[in-house]
């Protein structure tokens, strides 16, 4: 079984087992969740930063890279839950995401002088 499917299987089960159920739901309610998850992102994010010594002047903190990789999975969760919320299947995310590799790319080649959204309406 293809690995990224299988990540979003479980996350569906999980959701389904907290009683959030993604399918089928109007804009409206996509649009709560999008904010959901996003907000959590920013936490978990938060969180992530919280995990590193950022403090330049405080000379107790340490890097805890095993926290940092456990924060990387908490946003994965929330990023597939939202990719979900968006209607989008684990197939949906890989072709976007090559897509959008490839604008990247294409950017970089360019030398990304001016910025052109329009570039990646077609994702």
């Known amino acids: 079984m293809d ?15 907290i009683g959030v159920n993604l399918k089928d739901i109007d804009e409206e309610e996509q649009a709560k969740w999008v904010l959901n998850y996003s ?12 995990s590193v010594p950022w403090k330049w002047w405080a000379k107790y903190q340490t890097f805890d890279k095993q926290n940092a990789r456990v924060e990387v999975i908490d946003l994965f969760h929330f990023l597939i839950s939202m990719a979900q919320t968006l209607g989008m299947s684990a197939d949906d995310v890989y072709d ?10 294409q950017r970089q080649e360019s030398g990304y002088a001016t910025k052109d959204e329009s570039d990646s309406r077609h994702i």
């Open 3 to 17: 690995k990224l499917q299988r990540i979003f299987e479980m996350q569906e089960e999980l959701n389904a087992r």
């Open 39 to 50: 907000r959590a992102m920013q936490q978990e994010m938060a969180e992530l930063i919280d």
């Open 96 to 105: 976007a995401y090559v897509a959008k590799n490839k604008v990247n790319h």
